[in-house]
């Protein structure tokens, strides 16, 4: 029999309440949904792993799953159970202690290739840039202003398990922007925001990566990227944060492109012309 079989049980309630951020402050907790996400947090998130649940079924399908969580809480439930836990779970789902990464921690590790959101509240667009970032290698995302909270269990599941891979600052250590941008500046890194106004083209900025004029940014170079909120773009003191200003070219009749696609499209110019151009790290 199944280790847990009433969807009522207090556990249950307890693990379903904290898809909510009330919940998720007071037990400094968050939930991880489904196969993909789990295998990577007990892989690469495994000390803070505090429970994992399966259903028999998903046990069966995902046994690499199971042996990686040798040493942790494991326990087995119902599909009514994972189901009253979440309805995204899919069988599988895990339980993990919040652990932040400080702005402090991110400067020191030497960070070449930065994503910072400002005031991104969509949380499906926050976690397909915290995707995108890990999939350009880049080494950060920075959650600024009010953004969504990077716990929420849609902002998890839309990194697809890179939220344990790269990371993420939130909170107050992000909530000023400027802070932020002085801060990574300080580290080394150009500050490049983008918007549809912006005066450089990113694709003449590809085509002079390494060697370009005085006056206009270097991709090639350590950079943090500096995306607005979701409708109304970066404000134009949030803009003036930056050393310049790129647009990425809209070659058709789109009006412009959404946060996440932007984001993807800059973050994967900037890591062709740093690996063009690749400086050994130090």
């Known amino acids: 029999m199944p280790d847990l079989s009433n969807p009522r049980a207090e556990r249950v309630r307890g693990i379903r309440a904290l898809s909510g951020r009330p919940a998720r402050s007071r037990a400094g907790r968050y939930i991880v949904e489904g196969p993909q996400s789990v295998r990577e947090a007990v ?40 189901d009253a836990m979440s309805p995204d779970a899919q069988g599988v789902l895990a339980v993990l202690e919040q652990r932040p990464t400080s702005l402090d921690e991110l400067v020191a590790s030497g960070p070449r290739l930065v994503a910072a959101l400002v005031d991104a509240r969509d ?67 150009q500050v490049l925001a983008a918007d549809g106004a912006g005066e450089h083209d990113l694709d003449e900025l590809l085509d002079v990566a390494g060697a370009a004029p005085a006056g206009t940014p270097d991709l090639s170079a350590p950079t943090a990227w500096v995306f607005g909120n979701e409708a109304r773009g970066l404000t134009g003191e949030q803009r003036a944060l930056a050393d310049h200003v790129v647009r990425a070219p809209l070659r058709g009749r789109a009006e412009s492109l959404n946060l996440a696609m932007a984001a993807t499209v800059c973050l994967y110019a900037s890591a062709r012309a740093q690996r063009d151009r690749a400086v050994p790290r130090s």
Do not use: M, Q
């Open 123 to 189: 949380p499906g667009n926050a976690g397909t840039v915290v995707r995108a970032v890990d999939a350009a290698g880049g080494d950060g995302v920075v959650l600024a202003g009010s953004s969504v909270d990077p716990h929420n269990p849609k902002v998890v599941r839309s990194t697809a398990g890179s939220l344990f891979h790269v990371p993420v600052v939130a909170g107050d250590d992000a909530r000023d922007i400027a802070a932020v941008v002085a801060r990574l500046r300080a580290a080394g890194l």
């Open 43 to 82: 892989v690469h998130a495994r000390e803070a792993v505090r429970e994992v649940y399966v259903t028999e079924a998903a046990a069966e399908r995902y046994p690499e799953i199971v042996a990686a969580c040798d040493g942790l809480w494991l326990r087995t439930g119902t599909p009514d159970v994972l």
